[in-house]
């Protein structure tokens, strides 16, 4: 199957600091990705629909200046979280529609993020 | 809106079946279903897109009543491998954006 990939799996910061995680479609083009957050033990919760060549939709409540999403390329989507706080503190996962089966919808190994 | 899971948790014999249940207040357009393995992300199991649809990987199949907007996990023959949380997605429109909305989780524990 297709295969998306994530970058930092593990990732520790200071509060104030920004911290940017890439999400990569390794071997098909993904025009739409999409960013989850998890906490312990809850479910996935959508925050974003992330476009190739446009803005991204952001799901309500979620602030799009603080988590600033960029799709440069058919390959490659960014989440950067802004002026992080202990309350960001989670498990981030991207996701996107794979490849020869435009009805799966591939997740990536997700990014553990701690704010120190 | 959240589709409801049931049940929340259910533990399980090696070789023992399970049905884990989903089920949403609002029309659906197609229903996936994940394991997440505690630490890591979910793995894709089968999506259904139509209603009555049922399908089938290795000993997990999966049925969609699109009239009743539920959806049924079945594992036969559990292995200790099942282990894990079961999620089902629900797509609500018509099949154009793949926006999906989790359900809580089914724990799955499976022993020997």
């Known amino acids: 199957g297709a295969v998306v990939s994530q970058h930092p799996s593990w990732v520790i910061c200071k509060s104030g600091t920004s911290v940017k995680i890439e999400c990569r479609s390794l071997?098909?083009?993904?025009?739409?990705m999409f960013w989850y957050r998890q906490f312990p033990k809850q479910s996935l919760m959508l925050m974003a629909t992330?476009?190739?060549?446009?803005?991204?939709?952001?799901e309500q409540g979620v602030e799009k200046d603080k988590f600033l999403i960029n799709h440069a390329s058919l390959t490659l989507s960014t989440l950067t979280v802004t002026s992080a706080h202990p309350e960001d503190s989670s498990f981030y996962i991207c996701?996107?529609?794979?490849?020869?089966?435009?009805?799966?919808?591939?997740f990536g190994e997700g990014s553990w993020l701690t704010v120190v | 809106q959240q589709p409801v899971q049931s049940p929340q948790a259910v533990i399980l014999r090696e070789g023992e079946d399970a049905v884990i249940n989903c089920s949403s207040s609002?029309?659906?357009?197609?229903v996936h279903w994940y394991r997440q393995k505690h630490g890591e992300a979910p793995v894709f199991l089968m999506i259904?897109?139509?209603?009555?649809e049922q399908k089938g990987h290795e000993k997990i199949s999966a049925s969609f009543n699109e009239k009743k907007q539920q959806s049924s996990l079945y594992l036969t023959a559990s292995q200790l491998s099942y282990s894990g949380t079961y999620f089902c997605?629900?797509?609500?429109?018509?099949?154009?954006?793949?926006?999906?909305?989790f359900g809580k989780g089914t724990l799955l524990t499976v022993n020997p």
């Open positions: 071997d098909f083009q993904a025009t739409t």
């Open positions: 997605g629900t797509e609500r429109s018509g099949g154009s954006n793949y926006k999906l909305t």
């Open positions: 609002k029309a659906l357009y197609s």
């Open positions: 996701s996107a529609i794979g490849g020869a089966d435009r009805n799966t919808i591939y």
């Open positions: 259904l897109l139509k209603g009555g």
């Open positions: 992330s476009n190739e060549g446009s803005k991204a939709t952001y």
